[in-house]
């Protein structure tokens, strides 16, 4: 198994590219290198004549990697649409072995690579082949970004047995999305899925508007990383 940590979620919106920012500045201040990978980001927009891959960059500037961002988003699309949806409306191929060649790159200069999925893990990246696919190919271990309210032990606990089907399953990590969005739920979701969830825990992301490495960085106090440091030989 491979170096790689693909970070999945229970659906789109439920706090992956924070989650993977949190680990990014956290493994840094360890004194790891840590590489970054969106490999297909929809919803570019064009900036100087070329398309901006907004979640990309966030990475790159937190994980502080230079490689080439035609290695960390080798595919960057306009239209808001799952990958292979975009994709085939601009005209684009989108070839996971290709996206395994970036990859492996940067796997190759750096201790540890976080690979940011689009919505869950049956989201099409081509006509036959999804996010799962995909972490399968690059044999890495998945790990699951869950919303901390009514509703995520089915949907998590559904993402967990899927990932297991193809991958190792790290644990999953809850975000607070939203410091208005209240349910009961929320302070029973943790030890819910602690019991229901078909995966270890590694803990709650609080909420924040800040995105500073320093913000980030008091959030990953919160998670326990054993499990990561482990599969990354620390």
């Known amino acids: 198994m491979s170096k790689g940590i693909f970070i999945t979620g229970t659906d789109t ?4 590219t924070m989650l993977t920012a949190v680990l990014a500045v956290t493994l840094r201040a360890q004194g790891l290198r840590v590489g970054v990978m969106k490999p297909a980001e929809a919803g570019c927009e064009e900036h100087n004549g070329e398309l901006y891959a907004q979640d990309a960059h966030l990475l790159q500037t ?14 960057r699309l306009r239209e808001p649409l799952a990958p292979a949806l975009a994709a085939e409306h601009e005209g684009v191929q989108v070839d996971l072995r290709h996206i395994a060649a970036c990859y492996s790159r940067l796997a190759s200069a750096h201790d ?15 006509e036959n082949e999804s996010y799962l696919d995909l972490a399968a190919l690059l044999d890495v271990p998945i790990l699951i970004a869950a919303r901390n309210i009514l509703g995520t032990i089915n ?21 607070e999305l939203d410091a208005q969005q209240r349910d009961l739920s929320q302070a029973s979701n943790g030890e819910s899925l602690r019991r229901w969830g078909r995966a270890p825990l590694l803990g709650t992301l609080a909420y924040t508007p800040e995105l500073t490495p320093m913000a980030l960085l008091h959030l990953g106090l919160e998670l326990d990383l054993t499990p990561i440091l482990q599969h990354l030989g620390r």
Do not use: D
């Open 13 to 16: 919106g439920v706090g992956k």
């Open 62 to 75: 937190m994980s502080g990697c230079q490689a080439p961002l035609e290695l960390i988003v080798p595919y």
């Open 112 to 126: 540890v690579v976080l690979i940011e999925g689009a919505g869950g893990l049956m989201v099409p990246l081509t």
């Open 155 to 175: 949907h998590t606990a559904l993402t967990a047995i899927v990932a297991a089907q193809r991958c190792s399953v790290l644990g999953i990590v809850l975000n």
